[in-house]
């Protein structure tokens, strides 16, 4: 038996890499089942997407006042650097659940392969896989009877925060490529969106996806020709002023204004908060006032 090489080959923000190839992550995922919330009426429950590579994901459903009334879709992709995290972990459960009580719209949290057991571009390829699940119940007769009774697929919004607002982004740009009968998108909402910034991010990143185009990789710096692709025609950027990412994400909101979508785009700025606060202090009057938000830009007629 060949003795453990605990030197260390790369240290990055959420795992380090020795040299005998181990990958040690610094956080555990920790995960909660569905659950009903007796205040707000939300009922949640988990479905198999796809069984290999394996796709599944948390639906949210609202407490419904009127059965014949069509809900919006939120399509929501939980952040961790495509390395941790889960949409069935306690912080998303809870907050994904809190955005469709506010939103009063049915909310679809997908849990995507992650790295290192699944190299990047496995997250984006699940998402995909995902919204195309969603969207076979546009004609009433998909597997998922919420989405079957409720949903309203002229009204689906696709968000999420960190790295799950670049899949976001990504996929409103796919849809704009390839389309989603049966689907309109209404608007994307990206929540302190990741799109490089520091070299160590971006270095995390790159080794994360082994077939990377370096640091102007589209999934990393979108071009021209993608803003100009967007799917919706609104975009909500939430920006934490204190966050790593900020000047990242500033580029990106410049760059998306001088494009050719001619969308129109809204921005959230909350002073003297980090990186994806609202997660980990879900009850301070900023977080709150980003739920209400989040909520009001998807009933905006």
């Known amino acids: 038996m060949e003795p453990i090489n605990n030197e260390v080959l790369h240290e990055f923000r959420f795992f380090r890499v020795y040299k005998d190839g181990r990958i ?60 941790i995290e889960s949409a069935f972990s306690p912080i998303y459960h809870n907050h994904v659940s809190r955005l469709a009580a506010e939103a009063h719209a049915i909310a679809v949290s997908v849990e995507y392969g992650l790295f290192p057991e699944r190299p990047v571009p496995a997250c984006y390829e699940d998402s995909w896989a995902a919204l195309q699940w969603v ?3 546009a004609t009433g007769d998909g ?8 949903a309203d697929f002229d009204r689906v919004f696709i968000g999420g925060d960190s790295g799950g607002a670049n899949l976001s982004h990504n996929l409103a740009v796919r849809v704009g490529s390839v389309g989603l009968p049966g689907v309109k998108i209404d608007g994307v909402v990206l929540v302190h969106p990741f799109f490089g910034g520091l070299e160590e991010d971006d270095q995390m990143f790159l080794y994360t996806y082994p077939d990377n185009g370096g640091l102007h ?43 050719e979508w001619g969308g129109s785009v809204e921005v959230v700025e909350h002073e003297g908060e980090c990186h994806v606060f609202h997660l980990f202090k879900p009850e301070c009057e900023k977080t709150v006032e980003m739920v209400k938000k989040f909520g009001s830009f998807i009933n905006q007629k």
């Open 24 to 83: 040690q992550k610094f956080y555990d995922t920790q995960k909660t089942p569905p659950s009903n919330d007796p205040i707000t009426g939300v009922q949640s429950k988990d479905v198999i997407i796809q069984p290999k590579p394996a796709v599944s994901a948390r639906i949210f459903l609202p407490k419904i006042h009127d059965p014949t009334q069509k809900l919006p879709v939120l399509f929501f992709l939980h952040g961790g650097g495509f390395c």
């Open 135 to 137: 969207a076979s119940h």
């Open 143 to 150: 597997p998922e009877s919420w989405l079957n009774e409720y």
């Open 217 to 259: 990789d589209p999934k990393l710096r979108p071009p021209a020709e993608d803003f100009a692709r967007l799917s919706c025609g609104r975009v909500l950027i939430f920006f934490a002023a204190d966050d790593h990412l900020r000047e990242a994400g500033q580029m990106y909101y410049d760059d998306l204004k001088k494009s």
